[in-house]
């Protein structure tokens, strides 16, 4: 006689379908499914409905950071400008059936520079629905004028949190120095949770680019030269699907 094997199965995460014997995962015990990254500054559609096993997301939201402004000194004189602010991050978990049948998700672009002697844009937010928002960093000030006396440009003020279950504010753009008529320091740009701002800069030239995502523009700096501001980095936004 052939004894016939039985096998056990953990009702924690599994089910068998009384119609058709069929052993099945319970929803919501299947752990991280997909990762949605939107990355290109513009807005889109989620429809829950494409996931008929979701059973919550978690999603990481991170704002555009802010540019940096241009710099146009006279001849033999200069100007420092600061860095842009860093953006915002928020992150939040959500029920799918908290959801509604579609959300909006917007990526915020980094601010554009300034040119001639104009501040940067700032940044813009980025966001998931109602429930994750990321505000967008400040833009680089021109408050320094042209000279060759020494001089200080104050920081940018980075973003407070937003909205989210956790939320972080954009890092300061850091000031800016002039010591005399060829020698200054530009600020470097704030960093933001996903990126870092642009360095600060000795050497005359446009403002630096930033690495990552949400960065503020590192600042611009002239000797006599018009000089433009960098934009700040992109935004980004992050579903993690779990079912």
């Known amino acids: 006689m052939i004894p016939i094997a039985r096998a056990c199965v953990c009702d924690d995460y599994f089910t068998v379908d009384p119609a058709t014997g069929q052993l099945c995962l319970k929803p919501g015990t299947m752990g991280l499914r997909g990762i949605l990254y939107y990355g290109t500054p513009g807005t889109y559609q989620f429809r829950k409905g494409d996931y008929p096993w979701l059973a919550r997301v978690r999603v990481i939201v991170q704002g555009g950071g802010g540019g940096s402004a241009g710099a146009d000194a006279d001849a033999g ?13 928020s992150s939040s978990l959500i029920e799918a059936s908290a959801l509604g049948v579609s959300e909006t998700i917007v990526v915020g672009a980094g601010g554009a520079g300034g ?52 939320t972080s504010g954009g890092g300061f753009g850091h ?42 523009a590192g600042g611009s700096l002239s000797y006599g030269g018009a000089v433009s501001g960098s934009q700040g980095g992109d935004g980004l936004v992050i579903v993690e699907l779990y079912g």
């Open 175 to 216: 000031g800016a120095i002039r010591l005399s008529g060829t020698k200054g320091l530009s600020g470097a740009g704030g960093d933001s949770r996903l990126g870092h701002g642009g360095g600060g800069r000795a050497s005359e030239g446009g403002g630096t680019v930033t690495r990552g995502r949400g960065g503020g």
């Open 77 to 89: 004189e200069c100007i420092a400008r600061p860095g842009g602010s860093g953006g915002g991050w």
């Open 115 to 166: 040119v001639g002697n104009n501040s940067g844009n700032s940044g813009d937010a980025s966001s998931f629905g109602g429930f994750a928002i990321a505000p967008g960093g400040a833009g680089g000030t021109a408050t320094m004028v042209s000279g060759t006396t020494p001089d200080t440009a104050s920081g940018v003020v980075g973003p407070a949190g937003g909205t989210g279950d956790d």
